[in-house]
């Protein structure tokens, strides 16, 4: 190679680029975590990251998938168990933010499927949508960091909770949920036929009224179109 | 050679004023006034995974003259250029049906690994040839000419058997390629590998040149005295003082051609960028004015 007195000590411009780079990347894509357990230990994380794990696809703004599972292993022993949970959700923030949302399903057209043809209906949900069951509330934690106000102290409460993240053009909703609906919901959205999603949601309480759930699901614009499972193509 | 033909709904010779490059965190901004710019450029990989801002630029593009600059089609790689990546450049250059569709002459993927820095190649007739399947291939897939900039070098190699204006030079007769001239990073490249950026400008094809940039450097501290300094293209400042002056010889021996200024690190505001277009601009008229007849006094 040549280049000045020690071209090889001129390939650390890349090398450094790379890392820092991929680095930043990261840090503009999780400024919450970063504020839960401060940058220096997110930076430690990146950095490790970037080497670890690197980027197989040009597009960057795609980068980061496998951070927060990367980040918790990297902080164990720091007494941050729910570092992973409240990673997983800023990333779902994050893309559902991003999103367009899409004209929302009307009941009419619903109506109109009719009562046994639905069951066997899946539904198209907007692409601003994620669900995430976690062992602990960090739907709260997100909402004191968005709120841009934090106590002096707050516990994570060790409980589980079913969150819906929906999100478009910039705007975004943290949405906790009973287990029913989350599974009825998420179900949904994994373009399960309406029957399965009920069955899912009856497993965590028999008195789940599916009608009632399909109508809020409608009337919220989480739904935007149906579709026959078994022939494809409207109902 | 790939048999393109120049399309785009947009006459680069009506381009009269320099343009800015266009980063995610100005494009509320720009969506919602015009600019006072020629034109903006953006990097499609910061629109492919971000549907809202997607959306965002095909309402700006309905007003606006773009180009597109990629950073991700690898090229220089010798495992070939990336297709997934190329067919969603692609299909969002069909939808903007921008001014230019350019990128680099670089490499940045290797088994599987997207490297995320624009790795230098050696100019040698193996490396012209592939480079040249490759610029073929992408033509083909844009169906319109790709314009092919010129890095930035801190290393060269050993085995190179012509330079790079060579290279650039029979790139284009053998692939109808078109070229961006970066500007800055011939001065920077100049002075790091230590030849003289006037004649590197000199030893270009004009005719072949479609577009101009212009971007800051940075000055990399020397460790110790044994150490080389380096310009360093960072993208982080105005553009410098002997940076404008080889634009302006740039101009005197190519003509008047479409400018942008990049400016992606440590992002100032959009008016600030457009400071920097306005003084391209006055620097551009300043050339055209040389030389012509002072008006008579009446």
Known sequence: ?235 | MSAVAASSRFDARAVRRAGVGLRLPHLLEVAAAAPPVGWLEIHPENFLANPHAREVLLDIATRCVLSVHTVGVSVGSAEGVDREHLSRVVALVEELDPLFVSGHLAWSTHRGRFLNDLLPVPYDAETLRLVAEHVDEVQDALGRPYLIENPASYVGFDGSTMTEAEFLSELVQRTGCRLLCDVSNVYVSATNMGYDPYEYIAALPAAAIGELHLGGYTREDKPDESSDELLIDAHASPISEPAWALYAYTLRRVGALPTLIEWDAALPSFSRLTEEAATADELAAAVANEGQPLASAR
Not at chain 1, 13 to 41: C, D, I, N
Not at chain 1, 96 to 108: K, N, R, V, Y
Not at chain 1, 137 to 142: A, G, H, Q, S, T
């Open chain 1, 1 to 235: 190679m040549r280049g000045g007195r020690d071209p090889h000590a001129r390939l650390e411009v890349h090398v450094r680029h790379y890392e820092t780079s991929l680095v930043t990347a990261l840090h503009m894509k999780f400024p919450a975590t970063q504020w839960l357990v401060g940058s220096e230990l997110v930076a430690a994380a990146a950095r490790a990251y970037v080497h670890a794990r690197p980027p197989n696809r040009p597009c960057i703004a795609e980068y980061g998938r496998t951070f927060p599972v990367f980040l918790a292993q990297f902080a164990r022993g720091r007494g941050l168990p729910y570092l992973r949970m409240f990673t997983e959700l800023e990333l779902a923030a994050g893309e559902t933010a991003t999103a367009i949302g899409l004209p929302p399903l009307e009941w009419s057209e619903v109506a109109k499927a009719g009562a046994e043809r639905l069951l066997d209906c899946t539904a198209g949900v907007q692409p601003g949508t994620r669900y995430l069951r976690s062992r602990w509330r960090v739907d709260e934690l997100m909402k004191i960091y968005l709120s841009g106000s934090a106590p002096e102290r707050f516990v994570v409460a060790a409980a589980q909770a079913c969150i819906e993240i929906r999100g478009a053009r910039g705007e975004l909703r943290i949405i906790r949920l009973d287990r029913a609906t989350f599974a009825f919901r998420a179900a949904l959205a994994a373009r399960r036929t309406i029957e399965d999603s009920v069955a899912r949601a009856l497993r965590h309480e028999p008195q789940f009224d599916a009608g009632a759930a399909l109508r809020d699901a409608v009337q919220s614009g989480l739904l935007t179109s149906l579709h026959l499972h078994s022939g494809g193509g409207e109902p």
